[in-house]
């Protein structure tokens, strides 16, 4: 099994900047894309940006030209550098991984924890 531990959110003004931390654990053989997704109150969750192994990254327009996502693939780790924060970034953010435990097993997507991001205005 994989497990994700996200880090790094917090309460910042509007403006701010805030980075997010997702380092995966446990059996890992292999990991293919890592993303971050959010979810605000009584909204469905989204795709807020996502880095496949090679580097190739894509981003939800709202957050283009503001978050930047990188990953270490040595720490297994992916990170979200959020800048020029708005109000309506304020949700819950969560790591997901798509990852093989094993050579003997499919890929398996898989889910962080969340963590939360409050914008204040």
């Known amino acids: 099994q994989v497990q994700l531990v996200e880090s790094g959110g917090g309460l910042v003004q509007a403006g701010g900047s805030l980075r997010l931390s997702c380092a995966a654990s446990?059996?890992?053989?292999?990991?293919?894309?890592m993303g971050w997704f959010r979810q605000a109150p009584g909204k469905q969750r989204e795709l807020v940006a996502a880095?496949?192994?090679?580097?190739?990254?894509r981003y939800a327009d709202s957050v283009k030209g503001r978050f930047t996502i990188s990953r270490d693939n040595a720490k297994n780790t992916v990170y979200l550098q959020m800048n020029s924060l708005k109000p309506e970034d304020t949700a819950v953010y969560y790591c997901?991984?798509?990852?093989?435990?094993?050579?003997?097993?499919?890929?398996?997507?898989?889910w962080g924890q969340g963590t939360q991001v409050t914008v204040s205005s």
């Open positions: 997901n991984t798509e990852a093989r435990s094993s050579r003997y097993v499919s890929t398996v997507g898989y």
């Open positions: 446990g059996s890992i053989f292999s990991i293919n894309d």
């Open positions: 880095i496949t192994d090679g580097g190739n990254t």
